[in-house]
């Protein structure tokens, strides 16, 4: 079974300042990908990143960076200089590898509302 | 990319009646397609699994002959909400992916079901 658990159900930072968004997985799967997703007001869903299980390095993109601990089984979010417009529900997510072979399947995190106050 | 639509945005029925939601992949062919549920202030709550040419995988708990699941073609699934009664009110989310592993899903803007 697959799950993914975020602790944070809410979070408030005013503009400028860093956030992290915590996300922790469990699988059987030896194989797997994370995946974060940003859910805006408007309600799209919008893909951010994907890593997969074999690929612990952490990347960068402008202002998010994603750290991924497989010792803690943890896909970390974090935005620094977080703006206005950062705000949204992030969500985790988790999907199977297919070592127990049928379809992909993903499971989401509870997701985090985050706040970003001007 | 990657460009996923789902009609209507929103809609209103009376108790009793079906409502028909589509999902269209506009710029790629959708092996897997997934519907999810969405409570408010809740995460996303997988409903079903369906793939091209094949019947629907339906979690646990979800009635499949109320909520049928039709993926004709690699780029239209939909999603039938059969004889709608209040507690079917919710937000409606269709994703479809390349069906890999691997593959992110890319989602639908979601469809506001509203039962009166």
């Known amino acids: 079974a697959q799950k993914v658990t975020q602790a944070q159900t809410e979070i408030s930072v005013v503009e400028k300042e860093d956030v992290t968004l915590d996300c922790v997985y469990e699988?059987?799967?030896?194989?797997?990908?994370l995946f974060w997703y940003k859910q805006p007001p408007s309600g799209e869903l919008v893909f951010l990143i994907r890593?997969?299980?074999?690929?612990?390095q952490n990347e960068i993109s402008g202002r998010y960076s994603w750290n991924f601990q497989k010792s803690t089984s943890s896909f970390n979010f974090t935005i620094t200089a977080s703006q206005v417009v950062d705000s949204a529900v992030y969500f985790c997510?988790?999907?199977?590898?297919?070592?127990?072979?049928?379809?992909?399947?993903?499971?989401f995190g509870i997701g985090t509302k985050l706040q970003v106050i001007p | 990319g990657a460009v996923v639509s789902q009609h209507p945005s929103w809609v209103i029925c009376k108790s009793g009646t079906s409502v028909k939601i589509e999902c269209r992949s506009l710029d790629f062919q959708a092996t897997t397609m997934f519907w999810y549920r969405q409570f408010p202030k809740q995460s996303l709550m997988l409903m079903a699994t369906?793939?091209?040419?094949?019947?629907?995988?339906?979690e646990q708990g979800v009635e499949k002959d109320k909520f049928l699941i039709n993926h004709a073609s690699l780029t239209l699934s939909t999603l039938t909400v059969t004889s709608a009664h209040p507690e079917d009110s919710s937000f409606y989310i269709c994703?479809?992916?390349?069906?890999?592993?691997?593959?992110?899903?890319?989602f639908g803007n979601g469809t506001r079901l509203t039962v009166t």
């Open positions: 890593r997969n299980s074999f690929d612990e």
């Open positions: 994703s479809a992916s390349l069906g890999s592993y691997n593959s992110p899903l890319h």
């Open positions: 369906s793939n091209e040419g094949s019947k629907a995988t339906y």
């Open positions: 699988t059987r799967d030896t194989t797997y990908y």
């Open positions: 997510a988790l999907s199977n590898g297919g070592n127990s072979g049928g379809y992909q399947k993903v499971t």
